[in-house]
């Protein structure tokens, strides 16, 4: 209740300087006519729906949304004004001299491979995991809401499947982390029966397992005691106020083989619903593990999601951010090149995840092998954060990651669905006029030469020349010199 102190304050001011002003002197009205002013300000802060900040800040809100401003005017960006260009980077994507008319239908990637019986058609962005509980009450809702208006996905990330993913008739990816929220037994472990309840929902288009996100690869999730609600409590089974850890790594499998079969007993109790992974990926050996036990069992999951190690988080800071794992480019190329020496690539789709912002950065991910791209962050400023990293205090001034009700309920729904459909619309309306003014009419044509590096004074070189990229099923053919020492290594049976 602070946060209303400073409009308290100029409300008893103003009402004792106008008190003043009546009954002492008419001087007393050069402080009360700005109390009063400021009063108003205030009292319309609290009232309109528009600004979430300002509802949950009155007055104080103000300074905020100036510095955002001063920022966005600062650096150029943030503002639609016709400038031209302003970023040199050392990347380009490749025009056409000759470029195409841009499709008019969004394109969509079928995710589902020969052992799935009800593939879906994914959007080229879609909203990346956030779990709530990271996330508002409303937060989650807006988004869901967004994704049911422009037909992407919602991923719930791994906090379950609550209320607000199912209230706005979203299409939903339903994942599921190392503490089982949503489908967790009484020792904590996999309850397969409430798993294969939930998969059920029509709401419910895919099931992603979640083994690692690019902020901290190698630590479970954390969800700091002062988010932990009575509502996430119950969501999640586990004591009000107290910090929920996941662990590190699943408990019902231990090895790559093992891993596989999961997926595909997920699969089997989704109804066959497309079932696939998320990671960041660490080395290429423990990849390719995956990848041989794959080709061993005979079972491929639908898809793969590739977290770079440029993610982010709505926990605590764990200190291990960006330091472990491959940044997405990498982690990229890895996968697709793995899927592709192992004959697999055709059935198994690529979704990217790490900093993907504006339609280019969904053409760069495509380029460098993904199907599809996911956003988190970028979804959380649509929804109406403000940057303000106080993700992990609860008391976030948007309402958008906190488990405060009066700070949640400053979000309004439909406004900020309406803004999430928007820019989830126009960034694939970007990247579609991308890919034409490169001369391309889909997603399919795109190759590795249509990215460039900047590699010294005066000198560019494509993606296809910079990274080895393997043909089909080379890896069981033959694998060539520079992966035959990580593919000799690669056990189905052990991750280390
Ligand atoms: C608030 C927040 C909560 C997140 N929660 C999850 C989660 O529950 N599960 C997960 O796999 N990733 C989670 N992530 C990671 C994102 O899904 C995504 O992989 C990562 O942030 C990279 O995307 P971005 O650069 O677009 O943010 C979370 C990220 C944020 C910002």
């Not at 079932?275 to 290429?284: A, E, H, N, P, Y």
Request: proline content about 6%; some cysteine.
């Amino acid at each position: 209740m602070r946060r209303f102190l400073p409009l308290l304050l100029v409300a008893l001011t103003a009402a004792g300087t106008t008190v003043a002003a009546s009954a002492l002197s008419a001087g007393w009205w050069l402080a009360a006519g700005p109390a009063l002013a400021l009063t108003c300000l205030g009292g319309r802060d609290l009232l309109q729906r528009r600004r979430p900040v300002l509802r949950n800040h009155p007055l104080v809100g103000h300074l905020r949304y100036r510095t955002e401003q001063a920022r966005a005017g600062g650096t150029g960006t943030g503002t639609d004004e016709p400038f031209g260009g302003e970023r040199d980077g050392d990347e380009f994507l490749v025009p056409s001299l000759h470029p195409v008319e841009a499709a008019e239908e969004a394109p969509v990637v079928r995710v589902g491979g020969p052992d799935c019986a009800q593939p879906y058609d994914m959007a080229l962005l879609n909203v990346s995991a956030m779990s709530f509980g990271a996330l508002s009450s409303h937060a989650v809702l807006a988004l869901n809401r967004g994704a049911a208006l422009g037909r992407f996905a919602q991923d719930t990330g791994e906090g379950g499947l609550s209320e607000y993913h199912l209230r706005g008739g979203g299409d939903l990816v339903w994942e599921i982390g190392t503490g089982y929220f949503g489908c967790r037994g009484a020792d904590g472990g996999f309850d397969a029966r409430e798993f294969a309840d939930k998969a059920a929902l029509p709401e419910v288009k895919c099931v992603s397992l979640k083994l690692s996100q690019g902020a901290a690869p190698g630590s479970g999730a954390v969800l700091p005691g002062v988010k932990v609600s009575a509502e996430i409590a119950r969501e999640r089974k586990v004591p009000v106020g107290e910090t929920v850890v996941s662990p590190p790594c699943h408990r019902v499998f231990s090895t790559p083989r093992e891993l596989v079969l999961f997926l595909a007993r997920l699969r089997e109790l989704a109804g066959g619903k497309p079932t696939g992974f998320k990671l960041c990926v660490g080395s290429r050996r423990e990849f390719l593990a995956v990848c041989g036990a794959m080709v061993a069992e005979g079972v491929a999951p639908d898809f793969v999601v590739v977290d770079g190690s440029e993610g982010g988080t709505g926990a605590a800071p764990t200190g291990v951010a960006g330091r472990l794992g491959m940044p997405l480019t990498e982690g990229l190329i890895t996968v697709h090149n793995a899927l592709v020496g192992v004959g697999l690539r055709d059935r198994v789709r690529i979704g990217a995840s790490g900093r993907v912002a504006t339609g280019s950065d969904v053409v760069k991910r495509l380029v460098q092998g993904a199907d599809y791209t996911n956003a988190a962050r970028a979804m959380m400023l649509a929804v109406g954060c403000v940057r303000a990293r106080r993700c992990h205090t609860g008391a976030c001034p948007a309402g958008v990651a906190t488990q405060d009700p009066l700070r949640a309920h400053a979000v309004n729904v439909a406004d900020k669905a309406g803004q999430v459909w928007r820019y989830q619309r126009e960034t694939v309306r970007d990247a579609v006029s991308v890919m034409a003014a490169m001369g391309v009419r889909g997603p399919g044509e795109l190759t590795p030469a249509h990215l460039v590096r900047r590699t010294g004074p005066g000198t560019v070189r494509s993606y296809a020349e910079l990274y080895e990229w393997l043909a089909p099923g080379e890896l069981l053919a033959g694998p060539p010199d520079s992966w035959a020492t990580d593919w000799k290594a690669a056990d189905p049976d052990s991750f280390r």
